[in-house]
């Protein structure tokens, strides 16, 4: 699993491929700790659907399916597409670091309320007008 970091087309057949960076782990002998490493892999992607940003699935394909000796893999499936950030768990998409239904929940709430506030005003208006009719009446 890679992001795409970017697109190209190869030979005269024009083949869609994108080069994918992946993340493993590499192990220091000397600290005997994994560190991450980026390795960069070109993929063929024959729906032409993935674009720059996208996290992609990759697996190795063989030799006589390979169209050049760099491109050794193959996109199998696109994971997450950039700019549409769905939470895995919820399902829910997800703007900044709020759910998108619970920052509608809150514009709805604020119109609500403003349409109080002016109901509010209107009745307290009303009464007011009521006791100044009622102040002038009894002069």
């Not at 220091?28 to 991450?36: E, Q, R, S, T």
């Not at 050794?72 to 549409?84: D, L």
């Not at 239904?101 to 403003?114: F, G, P, S």
Request: charged share 35%.
């Amino acid at each position: 699993m890679g992001k795409v970091i970017r697109l190209s087309n190869i030979g005269l057949k024009r083949i869609p491929c994108v080069q994918v960076r992946c993340r493993r782990n590499e192990f220091n002998v000397y600290l005997k700790k994994y560190f991450a490493r980026p390795f960069d892999y070109w993929a063929l992607d024959a729906d032409s659907k993935t674009n720059l940003g996208d996290v992609v699935l990759i697996h190795r394909i063989d030799r006589t399916q390979r169209p050049t000796t760099v491109v050794m893999h193959q996109v199998e499936r696109i994971v997450f597409k950039y700019g549409n950030i769905i939470d895995p768990i919820t399902k829910k998409r997800v703007i900044q670091d709020e759910f998108s239904d619970e920052i509608e929940l809150k514009q709805r709430l604020v119109r609500e309320d403003a349409l109080l506030f002016e109901e509010r005003r209107a009745i307290q208006k009303e009464r007011l007008t009521a006791r100044m009719s009622a102040v002038k009446k009894s002069r």
